[in-house]
């Protein structure tokens, strides 16, 4: 191959924003990508060239438009308000679907149509303002965020749910509660005596320090912390011992059973991000520096079906398989990598990449470019584009090696994986599949025949004002199947893994009771 293909894609600018940045009180989210756009056109070194020929501005969408409103509006059209903002003029608006997966699948879609000609230069943007929201809220304040629009734009949805009718019919309402299904799943496998049932008049406050498990995803969240005070952006940036991640305290009060606060993303900020995507030949037309290209060297992507239709709930094979696409397409293996980013809504994200990558010699800390989106922050669906800003960054300061972008959206159930570098690939261009692959359900949901015996497979318990409430639970069921459950309130002391349950329908839910 050539030393530079005229249509290889490149990321050719990156940039941030946050409300510190701005310097605005009230900064809405159009303000903040207005700003990320403003920088990564800057980041180019031909910011108006670059801007005049940007023909699709993608926007990822909105908390706002991802079922969680607040009163303030917003845009009818997100991807022209930013368009007309930054003071583009794109032929093409496109309004991406949700989840956290998305600003890597879009690097991949639109690689694939720059690479193909039918794109030429393409602006990703996001930015939320959930900060300012809840400032608004708690003083009384009155934001008028709404902008109409005529203008017809792509409005896209995803075909996979995010959570089931079962789950959500027994209260998995939440990451928080879905993603604790999986770490205490996890801590079986993890932490194997620790998974064994407890009496049931033991005490319990969830995750203990004395775990293995959660000694372990305390280090994760230290290590993390300390790269988030190197990031300007960062919300949180300060550091934090293991110790303290464990400790319940008025600071770091349960959100859930297995949750402390700081143990997972936090949304209350003001961020925004943005990336510009071109080819190399438009590069050269434009006049943008080549210490400024960065190349996608391959890329994957999988959906898995809903938490309950997978056979392993500790596992995440969408996870493995993606990333396994990407690097066979890169023609990478994990040890050659330099900087990664891996998505870290909660630690088991974090714990089941790292297992994925299987590098046993690298820190934890090398396992983020941001903080992560706990002390970062966790921006809604457009946390890795902060990802690939702070990737892009390291990857320009350390050059002879390719860096790796995890993103995930739902329950682990969209992954996207790119590998990137400064330098030429040496193998022809690849940038995931298409269509994206869908992992079929592998076990069977249903509801009880009369009273019928099973095991807990795994549980998490909401906390609401510091109060724990009914837990809820997969239930594998002696004749075979799963069934998700809520536990009798009176049964929620103690230990709830592998314990004995029966099994009944109550006003139209499952109810669990525990046997032994």
Same mark, same amino acid.
């Given at each position: ?68 409103? %607040? ?74 965020? =709404? ?42 496998? +993890? ?21 293995? %498990? ?18 300007? %952006? ?13 400790? *319940?305290?008025?600071?770091?009060? +349960? ?41 996608? %060297?391959?890329?994957? =992507?999988?959906?898995?079906? *809903?938490?309950?239709? +997978?056979? /392993? ?30 998505? !870290? ?9 790292? =297992? ?6 690298? !820190? ?31 990857? /320009?300061?350390?050059?002879?090696? *390719? ?78 199947? +799963? ?34």
């Amino acid at each position: 191959m050539s030393a530079h293909p005229e249509d290889l894609p490149i990321v050719v600018g990156v940039g941030e924003a946050s409300d510190a940045s701005l310097g605005l009180e009230w900064p809405s989210p159009i303000d903040l990508a207005k700003k990320a756009v403003e920088c990564a056109l800057r980041d180019t070194r031909q910011a108006e060239r670059v801007r005049t020929q940007i023909d699709t501005v993608v926007a990822i969408r909105s908390f706002r438009d991802s079922g969680l409103a %607040h009163p303030f509006g917003g845009p009818n059209n997100v991807p022209e308000a930013i368009a007309r903002a930054a003071r583009i003029s794109p032929r093409r608006l496109v309004y991406g679907e949700v989840g956290g997966h998305s600003p890597q699948r879009y690097v991949h879609e639109f690689s694939r149509e720059l690479h193909g000609g039918t794109a030429r230069l393409v602006l990703i943007a996001g930015a939320e303002a959930m900060r300012t929201c809840k400032r608004a809220l708690a003083s009384g304040r009155e934001l008028r965020w =709404d902008q109409p629009s005529t203008r017809a734009f792509e409005n896209r949805s995803s075909p996979v749910p995010i959570l089931s009718r079962a789950e959500i019919r027994h209260g998995v309402r939440s990451m928080i509660l879905a993603y604790g299904l999986i770490e205490n799943a996890q801590r079986v496998l +993890r932490a194997p005596a620790w998974g064994r049932p407890r009496s049931a008049d033991s005490a319990s406050d969830g995750i203990r320090p004395t775990t293995l %498990h959660a000694e372990r995803i305390a280090e994760i969240g230290a290590a993390f912390a300390r790269v988030a005070q190197t990031r300007t %952006h960062a919300r949180y940036p300060r550091a934090v011992s293991p110790e303290a991640l464990v400790r *319940p305290e008025d600071s770091n009060y +349960r959100v859930s059973d297995p949750y402390l606060r700081w143990m997972v993303a936090q949304d209350s900020v003001d961020l925004g991000a943005a990336a510009l995507l071109t080819t190399v030949r438009t590069a050269r037309e434009l006049e943008i520096p080549p210490d400024r290209w960065l190349y996608l %060297h391959g890329g994957g =992507d999988c959906d898995a079906p *809903p938490l309950s239709e +997978r056979a /392993r709930v500790a596992h995440s094979d969408a996870l493995e398989r993606a990333l396994g696409s990407a690097l066979d397409s890169a023609q990478v293996i994990p040890q050659q990598l330099g900087p990664i980013d891996l998505y !870290s809504c909660f630690p088991c994200a974090v714990t089941l990449g790292i =297992d994925a990558l299987g590098i046993r010699d690298r !820190s934890l800390d090398s396992y983020t470019c941001t903080g992560g989106l706990t002390f970062f922050g966790g921006p809604g669906n457009d946390y890795s584009l902060h990802g690939l800003a702070a990737l892009c960054d390291r990857l /320009r300061r350390e050059p002879d090696r *390719p860096g790796l972008l995890l993103a995930n959206g739902g329950v682990l159930g969209k992954l996207s994986v790119g590998v990137y570098a400064a330098y030429t690939p040496k193998h022809p261009f690849s940038a995931g599949a298409e269509p994206v692959p869908q992992l079929p359900a592998e076990i069977t949901v249903r509801t009880p025949d009369g009273t019928e015996p099973g095991s807990i497979e795994s549980y998490t318990r909401p906390y609401v004002r510091g109060a724990p409430r009914a837990a809820i639970a997969f239930v594998q069921l002696q004749k075979g199947g +799963r069934t998700v459950a809520e536990l009798e309130e009176h049964t929620q002391v103690g230990e709830l893994l592998l314990r004995a349950v029966t099994c009944s329908i109550v006003n139209q839910r499952v109810v669990a009771r525990i046997t032994e």
